[in-house]
């Protein structure tokens, strides 16, 4: 599941907390059509009819999970300095 949610994390181009306690291998198919949480999704396939999936929020809450705005800390790495190596 800590994977899933690192997937997740990519797909909707945020910041993921992962929060719950599933443990274990699972195997997950989400089908979802992109909006605009999830605009670097490719759009639906031609001929796709509209409602054919649901959102990627309807689809989560569809398997027992769901997304939660919150606010948290986040890893933030600063580079204050680029050089070249030195030659020994």
């Known amino acids: ?7 997740l994390s990519r797909v909707l181009e945020r910041p993921l907390a992962y929060h719950t ?5 699972f195997d997950v198919k989400l ?11 490719p ?4 001929g796709a ?12 809450q569809q398997m027992g999970l769901r997304l ?3 606010d948290g800390p986040l890893g933030v790495l600063v580079i204050e300095g680029v ?6």
């Open 49 to 60: 009819p509209p409602g054919a999936s649901p959102t990627i929020f309807t689809a989560l």
């Open 43 to 46: 759009p639906p396939p031609p």
């Open 31 to 41: 089908d979802f059509l992109p909006d605009d949480s999830t605009a670097a999704l």
């Open 1 to 7: 599941m800590a994977e899933f949610a690192s997937v």
């Open 68 to 70: 939660e705005l919150s």
């Open 21 to 25: 306690e599933f443990n274990g291998t």
């Open 83 to 88: 050089g070249r190596p030195s030659a020994n």
